[in-house]
């Protein structure tokens, strides 16, 4: 196969998405994003074949993200999860996904693009700050907290 960084091209494909999904929240997650009011979009990086090679197109990876709303900055959109399979990593297409969120955060009228990588994924922290992206927790003091299931039920008292 090709270089893959070269030979990789970006697309919007539900059924290539769930390749990378357990079966379980397969339905979910396509009428989620690709439904007829989506909850997400999702960008699928795939391995296009060098010429004479027999396989055709593979996807190695893919870029999940939703728009959002700050009262400080405007429009955003957040990043919450990208993925390229282990043996495609260091090649640039985590990069080349990354930049194509950016693209179409710009084309929307974003403000920031914004993500979370956990600590111990410090191979993702080092390419999101090479890539010029801000580290909030060091910069800003921000942490992150979730409410989910009991705790989100009992907030909402039911």
């Not at 400080?72 to 993925?83: A, F």
């Amino acid at each position: 196969m090709g270089s893959p960084g070269n030979n990789c091209r970006l697309g919007t494909h539900p059924i290539l998405l769930s390749l990378f999904i357990p079966n379980p929240i397969s339905a979910a997650l396509r009428a989620d994003g690709f439904g007829e009011t989506p909850f997400y979009h999702c960008l699928v990086a795939e391995i296009l074949s060098a010429p004479g090679e027999p396989q055709g197109p593979c996807v190695v990876g893919y870029g999940l993200y939703y728009f959002s709303y700050s009262t400080w900055k405007g429009r955003n959109i957040y990043l919450e999860d990208i993925y390229v399979k282990p043996e495609y990593r260091g090649q640039g297409i985590g990069s080349k996904i990354i930049k194509k969120v950016a693209e179409v955060a710009l084309d929307k009228g974003c403000s920031q693009l914004r993500l979370a990588v956990l600590d111990w994924n410090k191979r993702a922290m080092d390419l999101y700050k090479a890539l010029g992206a801000q580290d909030l927790t060091e910069a800003e003091g921000w942490h992150c907290f979730r409410f989910e299931g009991e705790a989100m039920r009992e907030l909402a008292g039911k």
